[in-house]
């Protein structure tokens, strides 16, 4: 039987080196055993096989790929994959297409002999993974099939895994941009506003608020962090400090809850406040929006997220090779490899599409650690 790989969802850095551990951690314990990519993320299981798969990879395919961003194999979303909102308008037409799309991957996956289907994504992606395997063991019963998840995305929302691949490289990147931004900032005693991709997680917002020293932050799970009076308190209160700049950082789910012009009205309030005024000699403080954007998910892998790559498609292969982590327990059914800290782990891979995705909470150390570091509207010092 053959093992299928492929990447879907959002790109992260890192996922080549995942690929590239799956394939040869393998291939070095079973040579002849037939290794499919399937190119495009869950496309390229649902096309004509010959333009989208490549069948019996050899070595050479995963040679000159560990450092390069993105993914070589390619990836994507898929809407049909979705089961269709119960209230969509043209729901009939979706079903029907979300029916065709299952029935063509499980065709296709059996005539290619898969049994272990790896998914380097994240949750959107193993939740699809998931229907897939399920309508695959419904259609050929005899046939054995499993999917094996490794978290990969910069968002590091996936539930029973301390990090994903390509978190770290993407909070560098932010990071980066970060100082970047500092520069300039400093330089016109201005309030910058910043974008920060999580989808509805804070948690790239948070760690990357953190290492970058921003005076305030706004993450979607806690409200009081994106009240704009309380905002604009901890700025009053930096401003009386001497602080003559500010960076806020916020996670897009904000904008997701609240609309676009969440960041506008931020703007104008700060521009509007006769105390900020006041302490910034007479005039309004200058307020810039930016946004990191598609940024922080590029550029070369950093040697965490290749490190962790190789652990994450390390253990892969042991689970589709022994069924089992090295002296873990045997393993049965769909299952994601994560790891807590430097451990791989296994879990169900049900357990972890119900729980995630895994949000910040006020409790959260590194969210109490955010609170410590940044500006607070009682700034005692
Ligand atoms: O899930 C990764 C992610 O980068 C999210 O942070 C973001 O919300 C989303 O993907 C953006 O998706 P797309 O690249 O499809 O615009």
Same mark, same amino acid.
Request: charged share 25%; glycine share 12%.
């Given at each position: 039987?053959?093992?299928?790989?492929?990447?879907?969802?959002?790109?992260?850095?890192?996922?080549?080196?995942?690929?590239?551990?799956?394939?040869?951690?393998?291939?070095?314990?079973?040579?002849?055993?037939?290794?499919?990519?399937?190119?495009?993320?869950?496309?390229?299981?649902?096309?004509? @096989?010959?333009? /989208?798969?490549?069948?019996?990879?050899?070595?050479?395919?995963?040679?000159?790929?560990?450092?390069?961003?993105?993914?070589?194999?390619?990836?994507?979303?898929?809407?049909?994959?979705?089961?269709?909102?119960?209230?969509?308008?043209?729901?009939?037409?979706?079903?029907?297409?979300?029916?065709?799309?299952?029935?063509?991957?499980?065709?296709?996956?059996?005539?290619?002999?898969?049994?272990?289907?790896?998914?380097?994504?994240?949750?959107?992606?193993?939740?699809?993974?998931?229907?897939?395997?399920?309508?695959?063991?419904?259609?050929?019963?005899?046939?054995?099939?499993?999917?094996?998840?490794?978290?990969?995305?910069?968002?590091?929302?996936?539930?029973?895994?301390?990090?994903?691949?390509?978190?770290?490289?993407?909070?560098?990147?932010?990071?980066?941009?970060?100082?970047?931004?500092?520069?300039?900032?400093?330089?016109?005693?201005?309030?910058?506003?910043?974008?920060?991709?999580?989808?509805?997680?804070?948690?790239?917002?948070?760690?990357?608020?953190?290492?970058?020293?921003? /005076?305030?932050?706004?993450?979607?799970?806690?409200?009081?962090?994106?009240?704009?009076?309380?905002?604009?308190?901890?700025?009053?209160?930096?401003?009386?400090?001497?602080?003559?700049?500010?960076?806020?950082?916020?996670?897009?789910?904000?904008?997701?809850?609240?609309?676009?012009?969440?960041?506008?009205?931020?703007?104008?309030?700060?521009?509007?406040?006769?105390?900020?005024?006041?302490?910034?000699?007479?005039?309004?403080?200058?307020?810039?929006?930016?946004?990191?954007?598609?940024?922080?998910?590029?550029?070369?892998?950093?040697?965490?997220?290749?490190?962790?790559?190789?652990?994450?498609?390390?253990?892969?292969?042991?689970?589709?090779?022994?069924?089992?982590?090295?002296?873990?327990?045997?393993?049965?059914?769909?299952?994601?490899?994560?790891?807590?800290?430097?451990?791989?782990?296994?879990?169900?891979?049900?357990?972890?599409?119900?729980?995630?995705?895994?949000?910040?909470?006020?409790? /959260?150390?590194?969210?109490?650690?955010?609170?410590? @570091?940044?500006?607070?509207?009682?700034?005692?010092?």
């Amino acid at each position: 039987m053959s093992v299928g790989i492929l990447t879907s969802g959002g790109d992260a850095p890192g996922m080549n080196a995942g690929v590239r551990a799956v394939f040869r951690s393998i291939k070095m314990r079973e040579p002849s055993r037939e290794i499919v990519f399937f190119r495009g993320g869950f496309r390229g299981l649902a096309r004509k @096989l010959d333009s /989208s798969t490549d069948r019996n990879v050899q070595r050479q395919e995963t040679r000159g790929i560990i450092h390069r961003g993105g993914t070589f194999l390619g990836t994507g979303r898929v809407p049909e994959l979705k089961v269709p909102a119960a209230d969509a308008p043209d729901r009939v037409a979706q079903l029907a297409a979300h029916e065709a799309f299952l029935r063509v991957a499980a065709v296709n996956l059996y005539q290619m002999d898969v049994s272990d289907l790896v998914v380097v994504g994240g949750d959107g992606s193993f939740r699809g993974a998931r229907l897939i395997a399920r309508h695959f063991r419904e259609t050929f019963p005899d046939r054995p099939f499993r999917v094996i998840g490794i978290p990969g995305t910069i968002d590091n929302d996936i539930w029973g895994s301390d990090y994903s691949i390509g978190f770290d490289t993407a909070l560098n990147n932010v990071v980066d941009a970060i100082r970047k931004i500092r520069d300039t900032v400093e330089s016109h005693k201005r309030v910058i506003i910043l974008e920060v991709m999580g989808n509805t997680s804070g948690w790239l917002a948070l760690q990357s608020a953190i290492a970058g020293g921003a /005076s305030v932050l706004a993450i979607p799970e806690v409200a009081a962090s994106h009240d704009h009076e309380n905002i604009v308190r901890r700025l009053i209160r930096g401003a009386e400090r001497d602080y003559r700049y500010f960076i806020i950082v916020y996670a897009e789910g904000v904008a997701k809850q609240h609309g676009n012009g969440w960041a506008q009205g931020l703007r104008r309030r700060i521009e509007a406040d006769p105390s900020l005024r006041r302490l910034h000699g007479g005039v309004p403080m200058e307020v810039r929006l930016n946004s990191i954007g598609h940024l922080a998910r590029g550029g070369s892998p950093s040697a965490l997220d290749n490190t962790l790559a190789g652990l994450l498609g390390t253990a892969a292969s042991d689970v589709i090779l022994h069924g089992q982590l090295p002296g873990g327990p045997a393993l049965a059914g769909d299952v994601m490899v994560g790891c807590e800290g430097p451990r791989a782990v296994a879990l169900a891979l049900d357990e972890v599409v119900e729980r995630s995705p895994r949000l910040v909470t006020e409790d /959260s150390p590194l969210f109490r650690i955010a609170q410590n @570091l940044m500006l607070s509207a009682e700034q005692p010092f």
